[in-house]
């Protein structure tokens, strides 16, 4: 027969390990939360650098071209103006089907990098 005071430590030591194992899910939780966000932040970063390197690169091939019909039309400025207006046309056009074009790939993609899986997360569940 166990008496009252086994009983009250065997309940002091049920509590104090439920409490362990709580404070263990709150850093756990804590734990996966900073390793999703820095994976994200990390993707985003090095997509940044390579869509900077792109911008770049349009942006040279934009003026070129720019320069280009500028001389095919007899004043450099034509070309840039021309040019210009296509951007108009295209930016009218994003802005349009901006819904379709940005937002749901972009909040697909979000979406898909914090839900996705680490390979060792698979492998030790």
Wanted: hydrophobic share 55%.
């Amino acid at each position: 027969m166990i008496h009252m005071e086994e009983k009250a430590t065997l309940i002091e030591s049920l509590f104090e390990k439920a409490e362990a194992y709580a404070k263990t899910n709150v850093d756990l939780f804590k734990l996966k939360a900073i390793d999703k966000s820095a994976d994200v932040v990390s993707n985003v970063v090095a997509k940044l650098v390579v869509v900077m390197a792109v911008v770049l690169i349009v942006l040279m091939l934009n003026i070129a071209l720019a320069l280009w019909v500028g001389e095919l039309l007899g004043k450099s400025y034509y070309g840039f103006i021309i040019v210009a207006f296509f951007y108009v046309i295209v930016a009218a056009v994003f802005h349009y089907f901006r819904e379709s074009l940005i937002k749901v790939p972009v909040n697909d993609a979000l979406i898909e990098q914090m839900l996705k899986e680490k390979r060792y997360e698979k492998a030790n569940p």
